[in-house]
């Protein structure tokens, strides 16, 4: 029976040829991401060897065919590998169609698992478009869709949500509507209550400088007045100069960002390294990190596995109805 305190926790080890599988050996290694869950990890068995020796670990990789009794051990590391990819050495620092095709295996292999409620989060280590690229797959990626999913970043006591992500912003100024602020503030309320957050402060920032347009007149306040109307705590629109910093003084517990820069800025500036990324409105907890493949500095020993190891605590928080950790 699955600890409600200390959940399964899933994790895709993210590309094979990138430092998905280094950080994430190095993750489990600090003996932390137990502390709060208890680890699964969906790839290569022989993808994790390789990351563990050139991590100067210790710890013996686990494979497994199917899902069984975890060993729930710092110094084991249990790896699902149904395989998907061939033991045969693939290499390094470059896309590939067979490292692709693995990924998506992997990814379907992970929602199977959340969807039958065998682990209680996801978490994805750095996957390459690349790869999936090359073999038609790039579909497996979840991606945020204005008014069904959102993307947060956290780092510190700054946390941002995003009512659009890869969006011109002449078509940010053309889709905001009161019924969007009011879905994307149900959502992240709701999240934030699942999470076990007891205040739930979300201010929404203005489009314009100084929250000072049409936009906020006639989409952004409205739809923060019907929120509000349903026991929302949401304030706003608030002047976005000013917003990421009050949030991180704690006036607030979340920020909804307006589009990708506003909320992607403040975040990287505030603190890059160990920020991690939850995608709110997906079929179950969901988080992964905010920096790529590095293929340049694959096996040298020179991977930050921070934002890796904050994705797998906050996967474990989160899912146990605890809220953040106290220090990512």
């Not at 990819?85 to 998506?104: C, F, H, I, K, Y």
């Not at 500095?297 to 934002?307: F, L, N, Q, R, W």
């Not at 890796?308 to 990512?328: E, H, K, Q």
Request: hydrophobic share 45%.
């Amino acid at each position: 029976m699955m600890d409600p305190h200390r959940p399964v926790v899933g994790t895709v080890i993210g590309d094979p040829a990138g430092i998905g599988p280094e950080v994430v050996a190095m993750a489990l290694t600090s003996g932390r991401v137990h502390a709060c869950s208890v680890p699964l990890l969906i790839g290569s068995a022989a993808a994790m060897e390789r990351a563990v020796m050139a991590t100067g670990g210790t710890a013996r990789v686990r494979a497994m065919r199917s899902v069984e009794p975890l060993s729930d051990d710092p110094a084991i590391i249990d790896i699902l590998d149904t395989g998907a990819l061939p033991d045969d050495d693939l290499p390094l620092g470059e896309d590939t169609a067979r490292g692709g095709e693995a990924t998506a295996q992997w990814l379907d292999e992970m929602d199977r698992l959340a969807r039958d409620g065998t682990i209680a989060a996801t978490v994805l280590a750095p996957i390459s478009t690349g790869s999936l690229k090359q073999v038609g797959k790039l579909s497996k990626v979840i991606s945020p869709a204005p008014g069904e999913t959102y993307l947060v970043l956290v780092t510190g006591p700054l946390r941002v949500a995003h009512l659009t992500d890869h969006m011109p912003l002449r078509q940010v100024c053309e889709i905001i509507t009161p019924d969007l602020i009011l879905r994307a503030l149900r959502a992240l309320d709701a999240a934030m209550r699942g999470w076990g957050l007891p205040r739930r402060r979300i201010a929404v920032a203005g489009l314009n400088p100084h929250a000072a347009g049409s936009e906020e007149l006639d989409g952004i306040a409205p739809g923060i007045e019907r929120a509000r109307a349903e026991g929302i705590d949401a304030i706003g629109p608030e002047s976005p100069d000013a917003v990421f910093r009050q949030c991180i003084e704690g006036r607030y517990d979340m920020v909804l960002a307006m589009y990708h820069d506003q909320g992607h800025i403040a975040v990287k500036t505030w603190g890059f390294s160990g920020n991690s990324v939850i995608m709110v409105g997906a079929p179950y907890i969901h988080v992964s990190v905010a920096h790529g493949t590095a293929y340049d500095i694959v096996g040298t020993g020179k991977a930050d596995p921070a934002m890796m190891l904050n994705a797998m605590r906050i996967g474990g928080t989160l899912a146990s109805g605890a809220g953040f950790p106290d220090d990512v």
